[in-house]
Structure formats: structure tokens, C-alpha cells
Nanobody, 127 residues
Framework: QVQLAESGGELVQAGDSLRLSCATS????????MGWFRQAPGKEREFVAA?????????NYADSVKGRFTISRDDAKKTVSLQMNSLRPEDTAVYYC???????????????????WGQGTQVTVSS
């Protein structure tokens, strides 16, 4: 049974940092691209960051988070993390981790690129 479980979301102040984690099981983690998406109320789910399979040699970030967020993976522990610095109120959303097989090197990843999804963790940034 495939499971992805996000953790680490909370209420923080603008400018703070937060680290999200996603624990996984039930699939061959190291062969999957791992990503983070987010969805704010009334908005579509949007891409945040992704990391290549097999140790994560390449990463892909949404323009809105470049330079502030860092995605990383630990294939031994089957986890993926998202370090978020300099948080802004517009970063407020439910954050989802996802696993997929399609890599896009020069454009944003899409939800359809990912097969497995977690339930999400709420991040709220107050001004």
C-alpha cells in the first residue's frame, strides 16, 4: 500500500523558516521523482519544487519560491523535505508531497506528472 505522509506545517510569521517532511512507503522510492505542490483556498494546485530520482541530481523550482525554498531527498530513509525560508503570507496553503515518473527540466512540473499523493499539511504565514 502506497503511503505519503506530510508533516511540519504550522502557523508562522512572515520572514520565518519552516521545514516540511514527507515520509513514504509502499513503492520504490529511489526510482521516483518527488515533488511538492501547494493549494490555497479557492485556487488551483500549483507546483512548488521537485527533485530527480536516484539521489536527486537535479531540482526544479517554481519561480515564486526560487532562492527561498530548497527540496531534498533521502533515499535511505525514503523521505523528501522542503526547507522554506523567508516565508511570505502568499505562501499560505496546504502543501502536498507527490511521487511520479515524468521530469520536466525547463518548465514547471504538473500535477498529472505525479501518481501518488499525500494528504497535505497546512502552512499559514501571518503578516
Amino acid at each position: 500500500q502506497v503511503q505519503l505522509a506530510e508533516s511540519g506545517g504550522e502557523l508562522v510569521q512572515a520572514g520565518d523558516s519552516l521545514r516540511l517532511s514527507c515520509a513514504t512507503s509502499g513503492f520504490t522510492f529511489n526510482s521516483y521523482i518527488m515533488g511538492w505542490f501547494r493549494q490555497a483556498p479557492g485556487k488551483e494546485r500549483e507546483f512548488v519544487a521537485a527533485v530527480m530520482a536516484w539521489g536527486g541530481g537535479s531540482t526544479n523550482y517554481a519561480d515564486s519560491v526560487k532562492g527561498r525554498f530548497t527540496i531534498s531527498r533521502d533515499d535511505a530513509k525514503k523521505t523528501v523535505s522542503l526547507q522554506m525560508n523567508s516565508l511570505r503570507p502568499e505562501d499560505t496553503a496546504v502543501y502536498y508531497c507527490a511521487a511520479g515518473r515524468t521530469w520536466r527540466a525547463t518548465e514547471s512540473m504538473r500535477p498529472d506528472d505525479f501518481e501518488y499523493w499525500g494528504q497535505g499539511t497546512q502552512v499559514t504565514v501571518s503578516s
